[in-house]
């Protein structure tokens, strides 16, 4: 009892060293008289262990405190397949952005107050909301790897043709083939928000296959601009 007593009072002291206000030393001297913890009434605002603690600044919560936890853990897992080593780093960077951009509040708010003719929804948005098509982006269920493992699992084929298709995949395989006629040209944000699009397609979204005038409204093409777009804020 005596040498947690004499532990509390050192404690006591060392943290009256700490506070900046240079009174406070003086001035809380007496109070070692009753720093006895036991006897005293556990309401009692009077206790010297309060007062030190309330000179305390309390943590600053981060801004990200209202995304939720799958947002801030969210992980990609891209499997490079036929790139140059240049390639892969270009499109490292891409991937990384991509992760950025998912764990902002701004993602997060785009996602979810996307409108399409005047109401809050997608166009082919598979019969989910908004708020179902966030979380089943967090959740990163693939059709082929239908785990909910919080993880951007995909594969990477680069190719070149010299036409309009930026890339292209379908249903039945795991990767994506990128047309290097414009990954080339793509700034980092553009091939993120390129990898994200045709990852959608993998959670099992589609879109028109001609440019319609509802297609920029599908999950797709919506949400790969978002990235798009949100990722230059990072370059
Ligand atoms: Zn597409």
Redesign the pocket.
């Known amino acids: 009892m005596k040498k947690m007593l004499a532990i509390m009072l050192l404690m006591s002291l060392m943290t009256v060293s700490c506070n900046k206000d240079g009174t406070a030393t003086t001035t809380d001297d007496p109070t070692q008289t009753t720093i006895e913890p036991t006897t005293d009434g556990s309401g009692d605002t009077t206790d010297p262990t309060t007062d030190d603690t309330a000179d305390v600044p309390a943590p600053i919560p981060p801004s990200t405190s209202t995304l939720p936890a799958l947002a801030l853990s969210f992980k990609t897992n891209v499997l490079l397949y036929n790139l140059t080593a240049s390639q892969e780093d270009k499109y490292n960077d891409a991937v990384a952005l991509v992760k950025k951009v998912v764990g902002t509040e701004a993602f997060r708010k785009a996602v979810l107050n996307h409108t399409y003719n005047g109401s809050k929804l997608y166009a082919n948005n598979n019969g989910l909301t908004n708020s179902q098509i966030y979380q089943s982006i967090l959740d990163a269920a693939e059709k082929l790897t239908p785990a909910k493992n919080n993880t951007l699992d995909v594969g990477v084929k680069f190719y070149y043709t010299n036409n309009s298709v930026v890339g292209?995949t379908n249903g039945s395989i795991t990767y994506i083939n990128v047309n290097t006629k414009f990954f080339n040209n793509y700034d980092i944000n553009e091939v993120a928000g390129n990898l994200f699009?045709?990852w959608l397609?993998k959670l099992g979204y589609g879109?028109d296959s001609s440019a319609t005038a509802r297609r920029p409204y599908s999950v797709?093409?919506a949400i790969g601009y978002m990235i798009r777009n949100l990722g230059k804020n990072f370059l």
């Open positions: 292209y699009h045709e397609h879109h797709p093409y």
